[in-house]
């Protein structure tokens, strides 16, 4: 079932993708590019994967139609260099993925590209700018660390009342770049540092990168953006179980399907 047949039609602007992945998401990364081009209601022109030297990876960006980035070349530092664990856990590569991310807009060409976890899959048509303004999906909780560091990065509360954290968004580079900057000029360091600064390291969920730059830019203008609820269903069994049915019947209460667990995630967006 593909966005066409759903009824709709893809328009509007053309748009990247950028997906982060390892090795372990090879079980759902090829579901996920396939729903993004089923789903997508705009023109994709480039599908980036940032990965990790892999030859698998590799022959799976060869064999999807995809662009094969090492995430080595991305920032001026590596995983290795980031210290963000304790004796019960270590969130340093999880860290590490969402600054990947941060600097998408020095990876992809289109003035607007959609990030989207290696581990999500679209099950119904999405557009990401409509009238001029940009999408934003959303849910209602989320971790008030999220919050804390954005306050200490930016200077003010984050506005919205909602949760940006719902595993896909779109970028406009031009905004980024204005958000990292503003980093940079009130902390007298490279974004990424102040960022890294700024986290509590004694927690596990220190920041978020969909939150800061939607908050972001929800803050410089409301009237710019879209909200409508993420509708997003985690399940526990694997990408290749969920057959075609199962998907048409989730699609009638969900816009995307998960196939991760997560824990520690029960707090109210509200702050």
Known sequence: MSATSAGSHVSGP????????????????????????????????????????????REMCSRKG???????????FTKKDIRYSSSRW????????????????????????????????????????????????CRNWSQPEYFRTYRKLMGTAAPSPKSFVTHYMLFE???????????????????????IRSIDRKKQFGFSEFETYANYVYSGNRASVLLRNANNKSLKTSASAV??????KLARTYRSISFHQRKGYSIRAKH
Request: positive net charge.
């Open 173 to 195: 580079k031009s905004k980024l770049a204005a958000l990292k900057r503003t980093i940079e000029a009130r902390h007298g360091m490279p974004w990424h540092a102040a960022i």
């Open 66 to 76: 995809c662009i094969f980035v090492d995430e080595t070349t991305v920032l001026p």
């Open 14 to 57: 053309s748009i990247d993708v950028l997906i982060p992945a390892i090795e372990k998401d090879l079980a759902t990364l090829p579901y996920v590019i396939d729903s993004l081009r089923s789903y997508v209601l705009h023109p994709i022109s480039h599908i980036y994967i940032v990965s990790p030297g892999s030859s698998r990876i």
């Open 90 to 137: 270590n969130r340093s590569g999880w860290l590490y993925q969402q600054l990947l991310k941060l600097n998408g807009d020095h990876i992809c060409r289109e003035n607007y590209f959609l990030v989207i976890d290696a581990d999500t899959v679209l099950i119904r048509p999405h557009r990401f700018r409509s009238a001029g303004k940009t999408v934003f999906y």
């Open 243 to 248: 057959g075609i049915k199962q998907r048409r």
